[in-house]
């Protein structure tokens, strides 16, 4: 298992935290490095200078007790006051050594003359001591005061330092602000690239499997499904596959079935017509009235039988074929042919038939249009109630043919409009017709107009009923004389 191919996605979405988290743990641990040795760099300066200054102050001061003990050893001559500036000297020179340590290096020269005046005189003062009180008395102290002088510089130049020193704390804050600004400048564009670099590993396979479920959604089982990425989701795809076969195998088989049971259908169909003919041509002898009537019912009801069927035959055929052919038509010709073939349902629902035809011809595939219209006229005459009114009209807009096929029957619920052209779908309205249908009218009708470049749409007709409008982008032409 490699780092960036995990078997598992959940461990790639740890690594992908991970690795995208790390430049700013990174930058969260520098950030945190610099500062602390900023701060204890501060704090070292601080307490260097701030020692400093303190002893200066009290080099000051130890200085002028020193100077006190040697004048009032010169006016008294007492051995005590003697031994108190030899040790008063060695802590002032104790005191310029531990200054020597914390003072600026600017400051060793003058803390080095100090130490030598402060030195020498003293051992002056001793060494006329040793020599009686006259050469004690003739010895010249105002050397202290340039030692003073000298040690004040020294005090004043400390309180400089810490000046100095915090400009340098600050200049080094600053100095750290900006490396942090730039150090998190910098890894930004590395962090966005780590997020895309797994946004895009996270999310292949996941609209892989996507766009495998839309095919599989939108009936195409013939792309093979897939998916990369960790074992799991490949393993997913695997299933996804899987599922395609046999969605496909099921397709087939249902196809396959529409086939071969609408094709033994036709058989016995054939039979039923042509016996229904030669009875109603009375060729097995005359019939009475009411026999003919019933052989007429057989006949029109073995028609309407085969047409069922051919839209099963349609149904289950390759929706990829191509167009049989396209000729010229003249389109009131074709509508007064539909009509005069659904006349008996006509006349035996007493239905109102309203036309309002153009006189023209679409150079068009004859048999699709044909049954195109068959079908909506069927569905309109079939819904329209005993004394009803169905609507055909025929008009052109712009480049256009439209077709209007209307009824004043009850119409298209609403909640069914986006499914009424699915296949097998019945609506909800009840059928006025003798024989239920099969669902498969609308998909077809829809099928065909698609194929030929046109479209279809569905809208409330001015009486209440359904009005299927058909869109055909072609021009109507003047019939040839």
Not at 358 to 378: C, W
Not at 388 to 400: K, L, T
Request: glycine residues 8%.
């Amino acid at each position: 298992m490699s780092l960036f191919r995990p078997k598992s996605f959940l461990v790639l979405v740890l690594i992908g935290f991970s690795v995208v988290l790390m430049p700013l743990l990174i930058a969260l641990i520098f950030a945190q490095v610099s500062v602390r040795g900023m701060v204890d760099q501060g704090t070292e300066t601080v307490y260097r200078s701030v020692s400093a200054a303190e002893g200066g102050r009290v080099l000051v001061e130890r200085l002028v007790d020193l100077e006190r003990s040697a004048r009032q050893y010169q006016v008294l001559k007492e051995p005590a006051l003697l031994e108190d500036v030899a040790r008063k000297r060695d802590d002032v020179l104790d005191r310029i050594e531990n200054l020597a340590v914390l003072a600026d290096p600017s400051q060793h020269g003058v803390l080095e003359s100090l130490r030598g005046g402060v030195d020498a005189l003293t051992a002056e003062l001793i060494s006329a001591a040793g020599n009686g009180e006259r050469s004690v008395s003739d010895l010249d102290l105002d050397e202290f005061v340039r030692l003073n002088a000298m040690a004040k510089t020294v005090y004043f130049n400390s309180y400089d330092l810490i000046v100095r020193e915090v400009d340098s704390l600050h200049a080094r804050a600053s100095k750290v602000q900006n490396l942090l600004i730039w150090t998190s400048l910098g890894l930004l564009p590395l962090t966005l690239l780590l997020v895309v670099f797994f946004v895009r590993r996270l999310s292949r396979p996941v609209q892989q499997i996507n766009k495998g479920i839309m095919r599989l959604g939108e009936g195409d089982f013939s792309t093979e499904v897939s998916v990369g990425g960790p074992q799991d989701l490949r393993y997913l795809g695997q299933r996804l596959d899987w599922l395609r076969q046999r969605l496909g195998e099921v397709e087939r088989e249902k196809h396959r079935f529409l086939a071969h049971v609408s094709h033994e259908l036709k058989t016995p169909l054939a039979s039923i017509r042509e016996g229904s003919e030669l009875l109603i041509e009375q060729v097995g002898g005359p019939l009475t009235k009411q026999q003919r009537e019933i052989a007429r019912i057989l006949g029109k009801n073995s028609v309407q039988l085969q047409k069922m069927i051919e839209n099963l035959l349609g149904f289950s055929c390759n929706p990829t074929r191509s167009l049989r052919g396209e000729t010229r038509v003249d389109l009131q010709e074709m509508i007064e042919a539909l009509l005069q073939d659904h006349r008996a349902v006509v006349l035996k629902k007493n239905l109102q038939i309203k036309t309002r035809l153009r006189p023209g011809e679409l150079t068009v595939d004859r048999d699709r249009l044909r049954t195109v219209l068959d079908n909506l006229l069927s569905n309109a005459v079939k819904y329209t109630p005993c004394g009803g009114q169905v609507e055909i009209a025929v008009r052109s807009a712009g480049d256009e043919t439209l077709i209007d096929v209307s009824d004043s029957g009850p119409g298209v619920d609403e909640t069914e409009k986006e499914k009424i052209f699915e296949p097998f779908f019945q609506g909800s309205a009840p059928c006025l017709g003798p024989v239920q249908g099969t669902g498969l009218g609308l998909s077809i009708v829809q099928e065909y107009v698609d194929e030929l470049n046109g479209w279809i749409e569905l809208e409330k007709s001015c009486t209440g009923g359904a009005l299927f409008r058909i869109h055909l982008p072609m021009k109507m032409e003047p019939l040839h004389e």
